[in-house]
């Protein structure tokens, strides 16, 4: 059996992986991903993230939602087909693949393809995809980054045609070959809503089931009220607070809920979207000391290593929050600790972006959040209706709310629903992380006309609350 010698080894090529493999070649270790997919990516590329947001942005360019509110609902909108979308979709992971295989290229990070499994703490056996050789690796440092996948209960006929997992038509199992005009999500979470969101666009009849009385509980509760009644404006019927009895495929092959409550929908497709499970199995933990925790994450340190010295986890492999943004910085810092570089201060703010539609994004506290703790606050509010670009674009649906301490006036929390809030985000997530206050938004001059300007129109609602000049809701 050929063996191959590293510094560094990550196991997986989704966000982590490649961004550890990547620092760590940088830094001039001999670095290399194993992969069991042909392709570059990992989940994050092709069946998670950039897929379903690529799908997204389709919908809305094919359907001109966003032009809807200029000039109305009674133009001939096209009638968009699955293969269209399939193919926009295509031609983005194309190009993104394109971009990380030359990335690894220029930094001599070689990619190995095969399953892995660990020999011992420092010995991977890895096999072929192709004809089951064998191969192995041995590395000074190694990551795991092999994500997660759908989580598939025996009581649920998945079929991937219509009856489908949270990887939906992304998935490589997928034989569907239209659209659904119809559609039952199961599960009420971020892929949920997300995707229920989006056929709801096509003018998919969308029903979302979930066991909870309110969803998305880690956002604020005033956003998510919102939110919700956005998506029943779009005809979203949801069905909270019931537990499914059953799921089925009828003989006239649609898809049939049974509720707890004796309701019963049926649908052209099912989405089952509750829960993913961590790509561990076929590792062979065993062999190692790395332990693993609640849900079959990984436990690790502040430095994301295992247990087992010189073995890291990251991504969506040590649970929350599972984001592409966090699994990449994860991974980067694991490879700097492994090779004993240090490395800034890691800020403690993270950004949270849901693609619904609307979008949504918050960083920092929530109301609710606040009150528990005793801190004394104050808010502002401005309302997309109220922004001059947000009426140039065609976009009245929104509001930001920024959170600020009542005395210190520090920015503790900022809550954006509406267009483009994933990018806007990012201006409250800088003064955080720098400790500025609402008056920076105050002191400040931004471009007009501009979505942005709605961080001003905020701070100066919350500093006429503060001086109790106003108690006008702008929701």
Not at 341 to 363: D, G, K, N, W
Request: glycine content about 8%.
């Amino acid at each position: 059996m050929k063996t191959l010698q590293y510094d560094f080894v990550s196991i997986g090529s989704g966000p982590a992986g490649q961004r550890a493999a990547v620092q760590a070649a940088k830094e001039g270790a001999r670095a290399a991903i194993v992969d069991r997919r042909p392709r570059v990516g990992g989940v994050s590329l092709h069946a998670g993230t950039v897929p379903s947001k690529s799908l997204r942005e389709a919908i809305l360019f094919y359907t001109e939602f966003r032009q809807r509110p200029i000039y109305g609902e009674s133009r001939n909108y096209h009638q968009v087909t699955l293969t269209e979308l399939v193919e926009r979709v295509d031609k983005v992971l194309t190009h993104e693949m394109a971009i990380m295989d030359n990335q690894l290229r220029r930094n001599h990070v070689d990619l190995i393809s095969g399953e892995a499994s660990f020999v011992d703490a420092r010995s991977l056996e890895v096999k072929s995809i192709d004809d089951d050789s064998l191969r192995r690796i041995e590395a000074k440092n190694i990551l795991i980054a092999t994500g997660t996948q759908p989580r598939w209960p025996d009581e649920v006929p998945f079929d991937q045609e219509v009856i489908f997992d949270s990887n939906f038509i992304f998935s490589t199992r997928n034989i569907r070959a239209e659209l659904p005009r119809s559609l039952i999500v199961v599960g009420g979470g971020v892929i949920g809503t997300e995707y229920a969101c989006i056929f709801a666009t096509l003018g998919c009849q969308v029903y979302v089931v979930d066991t909870r009385k309110e969803i998305l509980g880690f956002l604020d509760r005033e956003i998510t009220q919102h939110l919700l009644g956005a998506m029943e404006e779009q005809g979203i019927q949801l069905l909270l607070g019931t537990e499914v009895a059953h799921i089925a495929r009828t003989s006239e092959n649609r898809g049939r809920v049974e509720l707890a409550n004796g309701v019963i929908l049926e649908s052209d497709a099912v989405l089952f979207a509750v829960g993913r499970t961590p790509c561990i199995e076929s590792l062979h933990l065993e062999n190692t000391q790395v332990k693993v925790g609640k849900y079959s994450t990984i436990s690790v340190d502040e430095n994301f290593e295992t247990d087992e010295p010189g073995v890291y986890a990251a991504g969506d492999v040590i649970g929350f929050p599972a984001l592409s943004s966090t699994s990449s910085e994860q991974g980067r810092l694991a490879a700097r600790h492994a090779l004993g570089i240090p490395s800034h201060r890691r800020s403690p703010l993270l950004p949270f972006a849901i693609y619904t539609i609307p979008e949504i994004s918050m960083v920092g506290k929530t109301e609710a959040e606040l009150t528990v703790e005793g801190i004394p606050y104050v808010k502002g509010i401005a309302p997309y209706r109220e922004n001059g670009k947000a009426a140039i674009i065609g976009t009245t649906t929104g509001a930001l709310k920024l959170l600020f301490h009542k005395h210190t006036r520090k920015l503790l929390g900022a809550h954006v629903m509406g267009e483009l809030a994933s990018e806007l985000i990012h201006v409250a997530l800088v003064t955080m992380s720098l400790e500025g206050t609402i008056d920076v938004f105050v002191d400040n001059v931004f471009n007009s006309p501009t979505l942005t300007e709605i961080y001003k129109a905020a701070a100066l609602n919350g500093l006429n609350r503060l001086e109790g000049k106003t108690t006008q809701q702008f929701f």
